[in-house]
T-cell receptor, first 114, second 112 residues
Framework: DAGITQSPRYKITETGRQVTLMCHQTWSHSYMFWYRQDLGHGLRLIYY???????DKGEVPDGYVVSRSKTENFPLTLESATRSQTSVYFC?????????????FGNGTRLTVT | AQKITQTQPGMFVQEKEAVTLDCTYDTSDQSYGLFWYKQPSSGEMIFLIYQGSYDEQNATEGRYSLNFQKARKSANLVISASQLGDSAMYFC?????????FGTGTRLQVFP
């Protein structure tokens, strides 16, 4: 079924480890986004991408790295995980950048850093 | 400064009653979009309704309507005839410059 999928759904890692969260969409949407959700903060934008090989920082990019070599994939890497990066991470996509274009979200990855 | 403000951390409503969830926004852009998302306890983000800054009519989608007051910069979500399944977190969001910016959400609980 077409859509946007995130993997893994749950991940536990240790402080200092590198971890990569995967995001794959089958719609060929140009725009892709990574958000983190924390209690009291809503969803905050980490990084976004307008197309393959084009990425830009969001509100909270520190400690994260993204890449987009293919339109359909947008992995998020925590190079050296910290406890403050314990969160629920959502990937999203939209067909275009217009202000009338909704984002469609994956089901999220719950990451715990111990 | 907060771009999207949701002042109600939690709301209660009785089944079959209507409820309004508040949202105010701040932007200097003329072109922007306002969205509401629902997040049930299962965690997924569900797109509910959209209102464009140039739309003269309030958006409606089934039991959801958006009370858009541009001069006051408010975009309140109205849910009519609440159902138990409406119990969830609700997020208001604004799209400007390609990015979608969220408020902190309102937790709605519907009781019988």
């Amino acid at each position: 079924d077409a859509g946007i999928t995130q993997s893994p759904r749950y991940k536990i890692t240790e402080t200092g480890r590198q971890v990569t969260l995967m995001c794959h969409q089958t719609w060929s949407h140009s725009y892709m986004f990574w958000y983190r959700q924390d209690l009291g903060h809503g969803l905050r934008l980490i990084y976004y991408s307008a197309a393959a090989d084009i990425t830009d920082k969001g509100e909270v990019p520190d400690g994260y790295v993204v890449s987009r070599s293919k339109t359909e994939n947008f992995p998020l890497t925590l190079e050296s995980a910290t406890r403050s990066q314990t969160s629920v991470y959502f990937c999203a996509s939209s067909e275009w950048t217009g202000y009338n274009s909704p984002l469609h979200f994956g089901n999220g990855t719950r990451l715990t850093v111990t | 400064a907060q771009k999207i403000t949701q002042t109600q951390p939690g709301m209660f409503v009785q089944e079959k009653e209507a409820v309004t969830l508040d949202c105010t926004y701040d932007t200097s852009d003329q072109s922007y979009g306002l969205f509401w998302y629902k997040q049930p306890s299962s965690g997924e983000m569900i797109f509910l309704i959209y209102q464009g800054s140039y739309d003269e009519q309030n958006a409606t989608e089934g039991r959801y309507s958006l009370n858009f007051q541009k001069a006051r910069k408010s975009a309140n979500l109205v849910i009519s005839a609440s159902q138990l399944g409406d119990s969830a977190m609700y997020f208001c969001a604004m799209r400007e410059g390609g990015k979608l910016i969220f408020g902190t959400g309102t937790r709605l609980q519907v009781f019988p």
